[in-house]
């Protein structure tokens, strides 16, 4: 007779569980064993810190859609989860997140490691259960499986460390076995007729229509494609939408936010009518004003529609099938004057960021290596990246071709998540190569990682960028709040030798004149690889168009600052200069 840690190991399997990322421990040793008598169904991928499990997780589930799964153990090994569960929920993605617990009959008595951690769960989990027994194992462990598919969120089962080992006890007279099936069941969610009708007419009369396309769309970009087409519609596209149509495609301008470009600020501004297709993007003020643009929204969760702007119009449903539903009911645009300006204003932005690209300056310029390291990316590839200026600077200055993907952090915008994301990519698509593009601060927080990376041999190209400093919080110091830049200044750390260390391949490149042939290097070698670029620490973040605001605060901070003068000459130079206006 199976205990309670081969049930829920049992029905992991039968809900198509086939990875489950974490870390050995006392309070999990039950389970353990399940999976060790299992490992020719279910593969356990072993980490370095339970926060990387949850990472991995949470990125699992974006990069494949299927439910992601972490395991620890009891007391720290559980809230050490915490940070890559909550970029779960913020993200709605479905993880399920396993804990054991002290022996049963010894929980709330100050025994070690004795943390409720249900109780601690409460808020990140929406579906939160302490099993009792092996029965109960039975019922809760595929609704653990359901709650997170349905509600798009974080389940959590608890287990004490002898309940693990028990064998299915006397049932209640109503718990009849075998009355739940182990599948996942879902329709197709289908928007209103009505609210179909009246999108439709917002968007047909309309002459200025403009698109924002978030991860919610990726499973729709033929159906988005056509819509922006019949609409002669400009898309913007949120950071986690990266991936939903190419950079290089003819009505895509980037994206939208601080890191994004001035040309979806433009449209923004300009449009009479936004589509937001699979987003909630969260910085309202780059957004059209209230009443100044009519809103549809698509979004499978009703709870989001309306959530940034003042929508007409909610479509309630999945992207793809809401769009093609749509698509129907729009008449093609005559006039494309909206989408052919927003083409032309994107050449100049485009001219100006091949400006920072392109520069030979010593220091070496993040955004050249950064450039030189996305144009080698092959078509297939997978790209992380983690939380700080180098998510500017691959938002920017690496474009997603057809056929790449790419993730990261997004609404929970978590440092220490670039390297888990990219290792979950390679353990979910074997074979394919893998990228990311990472800061010092963030790369320091999760190293050890990169030993996972070379114990399941992640074929990762990892480039970070090394200014020693957190410098997007400098930035953000500065332009926010007109305070000089303090405590932001890093040890150095030698990532290349670290890589080496931990049986990786290393690289170190200081200077312009040597960046492709670095590049080239670390791309043709086999296996894990950090290429570690030491650049300018003084180069300035600056959103697309600078508000009075920001610039009437960084003048103010700049008096102050370290660094002042290095930070004052780049600025004089193009592009900065005009962003900085």
């Known amino acids: 007779m199976p205990n309670t840690a081969e049930i829920l190991v049992d029905t992991l399997i039968a809900w198509d569980v086939r990875v489950i990322f974490g870390l050995p421990g006392d309070g999990i040793n039950g389970i353990m064993e399940a999976l060790r008598t299992r490992q020719d169904k279910i593969r356990f991928v072993q980490v370095r810190h339970e926060e990387s499990a949850a990472f991995m997780a949470t990125a699992y589930a974006k990069w494949t859609g299927k439910l992601g799964v972490c395991l620890a153990t009891s007391g720290p090994g559980g809230t050490h989860l915490l940070t890559g569960l909550y970029d779960a929920k913020l993200d709605q993605a479905p993880v399920l997140a396993i804990t054991g617990m002290q022996f049963h009959d010894l929980i709330e008595t100050f025994t070690q490691q004795d943390v409720d951690l249900t109780r601690v769960f409460n808020d990140v989990a929406i579906f939160n259960t302490q099993v009792t027994d092996a029965a109960h194992m039975e019922n809760v462990a595929g609704l653990a499986c359901r709650s997170a598919l349905a509600g798009r969120g974080v389940s959590h089962l608890s287990i004490a460390s002898d309940v693990q ?113 699979g987003s909630t993007f969260p910085y309202i003020e780059y957004y059209p004003k209230p009443g100044k643009a009519r809103g549809v929204q698509i979004d499978r969760n009703a709870q989001r529609i309306g959530l940034r702007h003042p929508v007409e119009a909610g479509l309630v449903g999945d992207a793809a099938i809401t769009l093609q539903l749509l698509n129907e009911r729009l008449k093609p645009k005559q006039d494309r004057s909206f989408l052919e300006s927003a083409q032309q204003n994107l050449q100049r932005w485009r001219k100006m960021m091949a400006e920072a690209e392109s520069r030979d300056d010593v220091p070496l310029k993040p955004q050249r290596v950064v450039r030189a390291f996305g144009d080698r990316m092959p078509a297939n590839a997978i790209l992380a990246t983690d939380s700080g200026q180098n998510t500017e600077l691959a938002a920017r200055h690496i474009d997603i071709k057809a056929g790449q993907d790419f993730a990261v952090s997004g609404s929970l915008a978590s440092m220490a998540c670039g390297l888990p994301y990219a290792i979950a990519g390679g353990i979910a698509f074997p074979g394919r190569p893998v990228f990311a593009v990472v800061g010092d601060g963030g790369l320091a927080m999760q190293l050890g990682e990169f030993s996972t990376a070379v114990r399941y041999k992640i074929p990762l190209k990892l480039l970070v960028i090394k200014n020693n400093m957190l410098n997007q919080i400098a930035w953000e110091q500065m332009m926010f709040l007109g305070n000089p830049q303090f405590a932001c200044e890093l040890q150095p750390i030698d990532f290349a030798m670290a890589a080496e260390a931990m049986g990786g391949i290393g690289y170190s490149v200081t200077r312009p004149e040597d960046v492709d042939g670095v590049l080239d290097a670390a791309f043709a070698a086999e296996g894990p690889v950090i290429i570690e670029a030491v650049v300018d620490a003084y180069e300035p973040m600056l959103p697309p168009r600078m508000p009075d605001e920001y610039r009437k605060n960084m003048r103010t901070a700049l008096r102050q600052t370290p660094g002042r003068k290095e930070i004052e000459a780049n600025l004089a130079q193009e592009p900065l200069k005009t962003m900085m206006g």
Do not use: Y
Not at 200 to 206: E, F, G, M, Q, S
Not at 221 to 236: D, F, G, I, S, Y
């Open 165 to 277: 080992e028990q064998t299915s006890a006397k049932r209640s007279l109503r718990n009849l076995p075998k009355h739940t099936p182990e599948r996942w069941f879902e329709g197709d969610k289908r928007p209103d007729e009505a609210q179909l009708a009246l999108a439709a007419d917002i968007l047909n009369t309309a002459s200025k229509v403009a698109i924002l396309a978030g991860r919610g769309a990726l499973n729709a970009k033929a159906e988005l494609e056509r819509t922006a087409e019949l609409l002669a519609a400009p898309v913007a596209k949120a950071l986690l939408g990266k991936a939903v149509l190419p950079d290089d495609h003819p009505h895509v301008m980037g994206g939208i936010g601080i890191l994004g470009s001035l040309t979806s600020q433009e449209i923004m501004e300009q449009c009479e009518a936004l589509l937001i297709v």
